[in-house]
């Protein structure tokens, strides 16, 4: 399964997660993993969706993106000793696998 959903450890997530009105659930990377482990999938893999680089404009974006997500990454590492899987964009994509389940 592959699926794109509002991220609650972005470093902002509301615009995304209370910007529509279906999404009812937000998750980060960790608890949208215990979730689907419970639904008895495995291989479980959350990342960014960085901003796509297209153009000169964009790649400044996608610069300035990897700039700004250290801020959250250093303050998670001080804060917790970890970095949260390190996903701190508003949307974030996420893969997983279900053994026996031949669609």
């Given at each position: 399964?592959?699926?794109?959903?509002?991220?609650?450890?972005?470093?902002?997530?509301?615009?995304?997660?209370?910007?529509?009105?279906?999404?009812?659930?937000?998750?980060?990377?960790?608890s949208?993993?215990?979730?689907?482990?419970?639904?008895?999938?495995?291989?479980?893999?959350?990342?960014?969706?960085?901003?796509?680089?297209?153009?000169?404009?964009?790649?400044?974006?996608?610069?300035?993106?990897?700039?700004?997500?250290?801020?959250?990454?250093?303050?998670d590492?001080?804060e917790?000793?970890?970095?949260?899987?390190?996903?701190?964009s508003?949307?974030?994509?996420?893969?997983?696998?279900?053994?026996?389940?031949?669609?």
């Amino acid at each position: 399964m592959l699926l794109t959903t509002p991220n609650g450890a972005a470093l902002r997530p509301g615009p995304v997660a209370f910007g529509d009105l279906t999404h009812e659930t937000i998750f980060t990377p960790r608890s949208i993993a215990l979730a689907l482990r419970l639904a008895g999938f495995s291989s479980i893999r959350a990342w960014e969706i960085a901003p796509p680089v297209h153009g000169l404009r964009s790649a400044a974006r996608a610069v300035l993106w990897r700039v700004l997500r250290l801020f959250p990454l250093v303050v998670d590492l001080v804060e917790s000793g970890s970095t949260s899987g390190g996903v701190y964009s508003r949307v974030m994509a996420v893969e997983a696998t279900k053994e026996g389940d031949g669609g």
